[in-house]
Structures are given as C-alpha cells and as structure tokens.
C-alpha cells in the first residue's frame, strides 16, 4: 500500500490544495491482511477456473474497487486518472486547450461558446459552430468531454479542428494554450434595475461567483477594489448553482469580505479539528449573498459566514447541504480514488452537511416538472407539489403547497387550461404539464424574484439608516 498510494489532494467539491505523504503503516492491521489474502485467493480462483467471456485481470481489479465504493457516499469515487484529472481541471479553472465551451447537439457537439481571449476567438470559433472532425478523423457521436479530451494537449502543439458553420464547413489549426476561465462575472446594478435612482445605484454592486476555482481570489480582487474606490455600501453576491471548489480559495474569499474569526472548522474521523480563519479587520460592504438549492460545498460555508458573521442576510433557497470534504489518491499510473475524509461545519460550528444553509429571506423558484404522469382530484404523490408550486409562482391561488390535489390545485389548473386553450377538465396532462414548464421557463427569463428580494432587503436597509 505504502508504494501505491503517491499523493493526496482535498476535494469537496471542498478541494484544497494539498499534497501530503500518507502513512500505510497507520491504517495496516491484522483483519485489513486477513482481508487482502483473501481478495488474493478469490482473484486467482476466478483468473484460473472461470469458463464464461473472458475477463482480463485489469477488469477484475476495476470491478473489485468499483464495488468497493458501491458501499460509500456519492462522493467517494473511484477514476481513471483521465477521469480524476478531468475532475481536478473542472474545478482549478485552468487546462491546456483552445478555450470553448461544448455541448451536446444531437449527433455532434457544437460550441455553446468561446472564452474571451483564448485561442478559439483568436481562431475565429464562433457560438454554434459544430465540431465536425478532430485531426482528421469524425467527431460523430462524441461526448463534449469525449471531444474534450481529443482537443486538449500539450501547450503550444496544434490541433487540425473541422466545423461546420451552417452550410459552410471550415478547417483550421489551433495552437494550444493554458486558458483560464474566469470564476467571476458582474453586471451595473442600473443595467439589472433601470429604473432605480442613480444615486442609490451607487452604492450597490452586483457580483456573480460561477465556481470556487483556485483564481476566484485573484478574480474578484480588482472588482472589491474597485467598488471600494466608488464608495459602494452595498454588495449582492450570487452564489446561486455554484457547486463549490477550493476550499484555500473560499478562505482566501471570505479573507475579502467576512470580518475577523473562523470561516469553517474541519473535523475528521478521530474528532481531530482544524479551524480557517480571516483575518480581515473591518468588512468592507453589507453583503446580500443569493442561493438556491444548487449552492453547494465550499459556496455553502461562505453563505454560512456571511449569516454567522453578522456581516449580511442570504435570500432564497435552502443550500444543497455538502458538508463534506473528500481527498484524492493517486493509487497507480493508471487509477485515483476521490474518498470522504472529514466533515466540515460553519463559522459557529453549525453542521452542513444533509442540512444546507437556510435563508434569511426565503424565495423559492420552482423545479420544472420531469414526470410525465398525469395528475387527478384527490392525487396524493410529490408530483403534485411540483405543480402547486408552479402555478403559486405564476400567481394562481392554491392553498399551502403540499402533495394532495385537492379542489383548490383543481381550479388552478382549470384557469391555466382556459387562458393557455388547453382542454379545460382540470386534469393536469401532458399537454398542461409541458405548458407549466414553458411558462415557468418564460416568467423566470422575465423576472428574477430572488435578485429583486435581495435588492428590496438592500432599499430597506437604506431607508433605515
């Protein structure tokens, strides 16, 4: 085990950057060599006597593990190194590429677009562009990771890509770079509320964190400085879909925005616990911090320190609720393990993990609705919630939203069937429950009601001081 096992890093998706020795010896013990020598023995008994397809002794290791981490979390997982290395590279915010954004088009994979600055807009790549051959050979019926990894290289080597741009196809050699995705986008507060006063417009910024990748510091550093020089008071920070990252770049964050004190503890199988700390002064803004069900991970302990800090409020949905840290092994050339080492709490010592963090403010956005099955009078299933909650955000009136469909829900169909010239029975059916999703689809595209609650909380907030 001691040869095997390389290096260390921690994820979470709470993924620090660390690599530290591991000593084999401290888990070693007389039932773990008991257990080996009988791995051993039932391995050779099957290489030796079995009559059925063939199974290589690789196959066999693979299965052996994989069911291994069958009885684990979700998170613990065990890769490829290909695999592991993807993983990693999603959440460092860097890899060697062109620098585009794929997404599966039917048969083929398209650029849904290309970074600023990277070596597919140098290349002329544009949105929508269809990846039609990769060196030469059909790029028909590849994933975009599949895709990914043919394009992906050594930097400053080229690769021969085809696309298809309508009716016109093009080949062009793109040489390879280290292309960094930023973590962070903005937008003018006035841009998102037109119609608010120059002045308090002022003193409120609008920053969106995609990813706790290891630049997001680096990343937000120039716009925190900015807003200081401007004199913003105020800023909302959406952490809305980030499914977190580094845990040393949330810390590195929270060193910006959270006053002085923990940021999270970490706390191991032996009770062992380390603290993150920030060290900051004086916070330099009120912070309204955005999040919804899909705020995960790392992004979770910084609306935790937000709240817990007193330095702001959240707005929105209960949080995924990974309090969880995992450690990547590199236990061959060939393979990686991602497993669960340690469980992280909040600033105040609060568990996250299978519980999220709550919202100072709650508003909820509906899930579109993914089951087919029609729904009648007197239906008692979770189906039935979904739709509830839907036809509450579109404005139609129905009591508290549960899992019976009951005559008020029926009504509330009947008035939706009317006004979209659906069959009016009050049976939500397929053709209503396609209806709802688009409806849904058009009024959020229309109406961001978490981002309007946050900056109510923000003119609130003005109007008491």
């Known amino acids: 085990m001691k040869n095997i096992i390389s290096k260390m890093m921690v994820i979470g998706l709470v993924l620090a950057m660390l690599i530290v020795p591991v000593n084999a010896d401290s888990v070693a013990s007389k039932n773990i060599e008991l257990r080996g020598e009988q791995f051993k023995a039932l391995f050779k008994l099957i290489r030796d006597n079995y009559v059925g397809e063939e199974v290589t002794d690789e196959k066999l ?64 790549v544009k949105a929508e562009d269809l990846v039609i051959a990769i060196n030469g050979k059909s790029a028909k019926n590849l994933t975009p990771t599949e895709a990914a990894n043919k394009i992906k290289g050594k930097e400053g080597t080229k690769v021969s890509i085809t696309f298809r741009r309508g009716e016109m196809e093009y080949t062009v050699d793109i040489k390879r770079a280290l292309v960094k995705i930023s973590a962070v986008e903005t937008e003018e507060i006035k841009d998102l509320f037109p119609k608010l006063d120059k002045e308090i417009a002022k003193k409120i910024n609008y920053i969106r964190i995609n990813s706790i990748n290891k630049n997001v510091a680096e990343d937000i550093e120039p716009y925190i400085e900015d807003a200081k020089k401007q004199g913003v008071k105020y800023l909302i920070l959406d952490l809305r879909d980030n499914l977190g990252g580094y845990v040393d770049s949330g810390v590195a964050l929270c060193n910006m925005l959270i006053p002085k004190g923990p940021v999270l503890h970490f706390v191991n199988k032996e009770g062992r616990k380390i603290t993150y700390r920030s060290n900051l002064r004086k916070a330099p803004f009120e912070l309204v911090v955005l999040t919804n069900e899909n705020t995960a991970s790392a992004s979770e302990f910084i609306a935790a320190a937000v709240k817990e800090s007193g330095v702001g409020v959240t707005v929105g949905e209960t949080t995924y609720g990974k309090g969880v840290a995992q450690y990547i092994y590199d236990i061959s050339d060939k393979y990686s393990i991602k497993l669960t080492m340690e469980e992280f709490l909040s600033r105040d010592g609060n568990k996250i993990n299978g519980i999220g963090v709550a ?107």
């Open 61 to 124: 290791f693979k299965a052996a593990i994989d069911g291994m981490f069958d009885e684990l979390d979700p998170y613990s997982t065990f890769y490829t190194k290909k695999e592991a290395n993807t993983l990693i590279e999603s959440v460092s915010g860097e890899f060697v590429g062109i620098g585009a954004v794929m997404v599966q088009d039917g048969d083929w994979v398209k650029v849904l677009y290309p970074i600023p600055k990277s070596p597919a807009i140098r290349a002329g």
């Open 359 to 465: 919202p100072d403010y709650e508003v909820i956005v509906p899930n579109l609705i993914v089951s087919p099955q029609r729904l009648f009078l007197n239906d008692e299933m979770e189906e039935v919630k979904s739709v509830e909650l839907i036809l509450e955000y579109l404005g139609y009136a129905i009591n508290e939203p549960d899992n019976l469909y009951d005559k008020k829900t029926e009504k509330a169909v009947t008035e939706f069937q009317k006004k979209m010239r659906l069959r009016v029975y009050g049976v939500s059916d397929h053709p209503t429950l396609k209806a709802l999703n688009t409806k849904l689809t058009e009024s959020i595209k229309e109406k961001d009601i978490q981002l309007e609650k946050a900056l109510h909380v923000i003119l609130s907030k003005i109007n008491e001081n």
